[in-house]
């Protein structure tokens, strides 16, 4: 594969040395490769998977709605229902628009900030991840990925520390050309970072203050963290809030939801313009609605209770063998930092140890279970991985104690 597509993948991040894993199929939490292994799925796909691979009620709406046509390039009553779902539960979505990828989401949102606002700069955290678009990925601690990225897109991204209160204060009153902030409310892409208490709140306020649009990505954490997202759980209303993975169902899907007022900017309403072939399409919108009617307030608390019990045993076993790591969690994603006691940004993030992480990586592989490739992604829990915590539990464990 590696002549014929750079890398041997699709998406920088699953290549892993000496070669990345080919998955043949999936099911529930378990994934088998070309040869036949067996994996405990910790990775399930860097987070759509919420219920799983192949769920029953998910395989079966998407079957059916192959057979009734995928792509018309006209409204459809699935996107229709899907539309329905995502505002019935996310607080901020007044109005939703239905787009294929989570880049494609937060670079039209942006986009639709600044049409709204007339100003041109955006605020992003160090770390921070929003999709492979020019605007947002700028980030210094990420130099190498400016190549081929012209310094004008670049010049008017801004960048703050994750949970610094003085920084993004200080950026939000140094300037009058901010058109918004935008953030994982947790940040998903440098391991996992949760908020401080009060730091969503305090720069809520902040951006209210200086008229400045807060834009939550929550790609990850919509509809993963509670069944309205990061802003339910932490109770922050942003401005607009660019959905992704969970909502397709395990198929390409993004969106853009917010506040009436900015999004009837939005052509052919507004001014600002955002169109997509295949955006809404009937098959994303069949399979994202299945997903999001199967996850109820009880499969949330099961989740939550999942990650903290394999959580606890991780911590429980780090401590036993006398490994100073830091390990972060928030409801049904988690991940271990390496030689640090704590992480609370991008920066404290990228001072981990790596190489022990990848040593842990490799020997949970050969165990049967197969984590994010990459120190800085996330652990993910699905409904369906109850059964295989303790084997979970067990396998860190072991790999630990030949790590030692
Ligand atoms: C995955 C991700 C994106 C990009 O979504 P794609 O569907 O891969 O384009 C954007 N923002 C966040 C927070 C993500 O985790």
Known sequence: MRGLTP?????????????????EKGRGCVVTD???????????AYGPLILGHAHPSVASAIMRQAETGTVFGAPSPPEMELVKEISGRVTCAEMVRLVNSGTEATMHAIRLARGHTGKRCVVKMRGGFHGSHDAVLSDRSQRRL????????????????????????????????????????????????????????????MTEREGVLLIFDEVIT????????AQELY????????????????LPAGAI??????????APVGPVYQAGTFSGNPLTAAAGTAALREMTKERYMELDRMGSELVSSISDSLEDRGVTAAVNVVGSMFQVFFGVGSVRNGADALRCDRQTYSD???????????????????????????????????????CMRCIK
Do not use: W
């Not at 209303?237 to 169902?249: A, E, F, S, V, Y």
């Not at 007022?261 to 939005?266: F, S």
């Open 7 to 23: 890398g041997g993948v699709s998406s920088p991040v699953r290549a892993f040395e000496p070669c990345p894993v080919y998955f």
């Open 34 to 44: 070309v040869d036949g292994n067996d994996y405990i799925d910790l990775c399930m």
């Open 146 to 205: 400016r190549n081929g990225i012209p310094s004008g897109a670049a010049s008017g991204t801004y960048t703050v520390d994750y949970n610094s209160e003085d920084q993004m204060e200080s950026v939000l009153e140094g300037r009058d050309d901010i058109a918004a902030v935008i953030m994982e409310p947790v940040l998903g892409n440098a391991g996992v970072v949760p908020p401080g208490k009060d730091y969503l709140k305090k720069v809520r306020r």
């Open 360 to 398: 842990l990586f490799r020997r949970m592989l050969d165990s049967g279970i197969y984590m994010p490739p990459a120190a800085l992604e996330v652990n993910f829990l699905s409904t369906e991985h109850g059964s295989e915590i303790r084997r979970l539990s067990e396998g860190f464990d072991a």
């Open 222 to 229: 919509g509809f993963r963290l509670a069944r309205g997202g």
């Open 257 to 266: 939801a917010g506040r009436r007022e900015i999004m009837e900017k939005l």
């Open 235 to 250: 109770g922050v209303k942003p401005d607009l809030c660019t959905l992704g993975k969970i909502m397709g169902g395990g």
